[in-house]
C-alpha cells in the first residue's frame, strides 16, 4: 500500500546533539512537508520542498535543515541551535502541481529532551 | 494574515447524537479546504476536501459544508459512535501569488468524545 512512513516514532535528543527524523514516501508525490505540532496549537510549517534538489523555509525554520537527494525521502535534522524542540513532528506529501490535491500525511515522530 | 479559528476546543456528546464542528478562517482567497481526523499519538487522516468552488463533500456520516464569502465551514457528523473520538482538525489553502500556498494554514482543532 502506498503511504508515509516516518521513524523513528520516538526520539531522545541530549543537550547538544543533532538528531534527524526520517521520512519516505512510496506515492510517488513531487512535494514534501514538515510540520510541528505543539500542545494546544495547530501545526506549523518548517520547511518543503516541490522537487528533488530544492526546498524552501516554512514559519519556522530556524533550528532545522532538511535535504532533497531523492523524490522519496525527505529528512529533517534538528539542530542543537533548536532551543526547544519538545514536539510532535510530522511529515506530508502531495503531487506537485496540484494544489487542489490533498495532502496526505505520516504517522509523526514525537522528540523529546533527555 | 490568514487565521483559522475552531469552535468548541472540546466537545462531548452521547452515542448516537448527531453533531456539527465548526471552522472559520478570516481570508477567502483560498485553493480548497480541508478537514483531518488525529487520534492521541498519531498522524493526520484527511477526511474531506472542499474545493473553493464546490459548496459541500460528502463520505459516509460525514458531511461537510464551505461557504467561502463568509470565510465558514462545518463537519457533520450523523449518529456520531465512540469510534468517532479524535481531535478534528479544518485547514485551508491559501490562493497566494507570493508562494504562500504550498502551506496549509491549520486550526488548533476539536477534541471530540462520544460516550457509549
Known amino acids: 500500500d502506498g503511504g508515509i512512513t516516518q521513524s523513528p516514532k520516538y526520539l531522545f535528543r541530549k543537550e547538544g546533539q543533532n538528531v534527524t527524523l526520517s521520512c519516505e514516501q512510496n506515492?510517488?508525490?513531487?512535494?514534501m512537508y514538515w510540520y510541528r505540532q505543539d500542545p494546544g496549537q495547530g501545526l506549523r510549517l518548517i520547511y518543503y520542498?516541490?522537487?528533488?534538489?530544492?526546498?524552501q523555509k516554512g514559519d519556522i525554520a530556524e533550528g532545522y535543515s532538511v535535504s532533497r537527494e531523492k523524490k522519496e525521502s525527505f529528512p529533517l535534522t534538528v539542530t542543537s541551535a533548536q532551543k526547544n524542540p519538545t514536539a510532535f513532528y510530522l511529515c506530508?506529501?502531495?503531487?506537485?502541481?496540484?494544489?487542489?490535491?490533498?495532502?496526505?500525511f505520516g504517522d509523526g515522530t514525537r522528540l523529546s529532551i533527555l | 494574515k490568514q487565521e483559522v479559528t475552531q469552535i468548541p476546543a472540546a466537545l462531548s456528546v452521547p452515542e448516537g447524537e448527531n453533531l456539527v464542528l465548526n471552522c472559520s478562517f478570516t481570508?477567502?482567497?483560498?485553493?480548497?479546504l480541508q478537514w483531518f481526523r488525529q487520534d492521541p499519538g498519531k498522524g493526520l487522516t484527511s477526511l474531506l476536501l472542499?474545493?473553493?468552488?464546490?459548496r459541500e463533500q460528502t463520505s459516509g456520516r460525514l458531511n461537510a459544508s464551505l461557504d467561502k464569502s463568509s470565510g465558514r465551514s462545518t463537519l457533520y457528523i450523523a449518529a456520531s459512535q465512540p469510534g468517532d473520538s479524535a481531535t478534528y482538525l479544518c485547514a485551508v489553502r491559501p490562493r497566494d501569488w507570493r508562494g504562500g500556498s504550498e502551506k496549509l494554514v491549520f486550526g488548533k482543532g476539536t477534541k471530540l468524545t462520544v460516550n457509549p
Open positions: 506515492l510517488n508525490h513531487d512535494a
Open positions: 520542498s516541490q522537487i528533488v534538489n530544492d526546498f
Open positions: 506530508a506529501s502531495r503531487p506537485s502541481g496540484y494544489l487542489n490535491q490533498p495532502q496526505h
Open positions: 472542499i474545493q473553493s468552488s464546490q
Open positions: 481570508d477567502s482567497a483560498i485553493y480548497n
